[in-house]
């Protein structure tokens, strides 16, 4: 079975340019995560989609950070403009459904620094 | 100040020792997990504990819940070179609700 999939694994940007990040999860899995790593920090939820709806963007800066699923399958998390502090790796997951017994499956990350 | 604090932070052993992990919080939780995670990878879950006092153990891995759910413990007999990693605990508040990760323990295992 495939894992989930993300692309590009690095990025390297100046801060005010824009950068999409793309993620294909697990096929069959509804629900699907976007979280953000900071270096030495654990992963923090951004947005959570059940198929192509938004369950959870409550930690997602909307000022500059968006989101979407169409379709309910792929994902793309765009930021626009950057900041110097949006330096972090951003992970993908996705699980069969939502509920905090199921596993989440994590992508390898896309590894973005803002310069 | 995280949901859940992890210690210790970096942990540095040698080959053969014991040694245990920590995942506090003065919050209740419906479930808890604990994942591994290599450099330039995503964390792969380890377990899922969601009794109070419940421990389940994975080879040489031991996990804890806390009898009030608030805390819980990873346990690694004999540790090995290939348990290098960062190990972290994520919790759920309610039962569907989104995870919380702690701040992470660095693992790193001499031969």
């Known amino acids: 079975e495939a894992g989930v999939a993300q692309s590009p694994r690095y990025k390297i940007i100046e801060k005010r340019q824009s950068v999409a990040f793309w993620c294909n999860p697990i096929?069959?899995?509804?629900?699907l995560y976007w979280y953000q790593q900071i270096l030495g920090q654990g992963p923090k939820l951004l947005i959570q989609?059940?198929?192509?709806?938004?369950?959870?963007d409550s930690q997602l800066p909307k000022d500059r950070f968006s989101a979407e699923r169409l379709k309910g399958v792929d994902s793309t998390l765009k930021i626009q403009p950057a900041k110097l502090e949006d330096s972090a790796v951003y992970l993908c997951?996705?699980?069969?459904?939502?509920?905090?017994?199921?596993?989440?499956?994590f992508g390898p990350g896309t590894r973005l620094t803002v310069l | 100040t995280q949901l859940l604090e992890q210690s210790p932070q970096f942990l540095s052993i040698q080959e053969g020792e014991n040694l245990t992990v920590y995942c506090n919080s003065s919050?209740?939780?419906?479930?808890l997990q604990w994942y591994r995670q290599e450099p330039g990878e995503g964390p792969v879950l380890l377990v899922t504990?969601?009794?109070?006092?419940e421990v389940k153990k994975l080879k040489r891995l031991t996990f804890q819940f806390g009898d009030a759910r608030k805390d819980s413990s990873l346990h690694i007999t004999a540790a090995q070179p290939g348990d290098t990693g960062l190990y972290l605990c994520?919790?759920?508040?309610?039962?569907?609700?989104?995870?919380?990760f702690g701040g992470g323990t660095r693992l790193m295992v001499k031969p």
């Open positions: 096929s069959g899995h509804a629900t």
């Open positions: 504990v969601v009794t109070g006092g």
């Open positions: 994520a919790g759920a508040l309610n039962a569907g609700n989104m995870l919380t």
């Open positions: 989609f059940q198929n192509n709806g938004v369950v959870d």
């Open positions: 997951a996705s699980s069969v459904t939502s509920g905090s017994y199921n596993e989440q499956f």
């Open positions: 919050s209740v939780f419906s479930s």
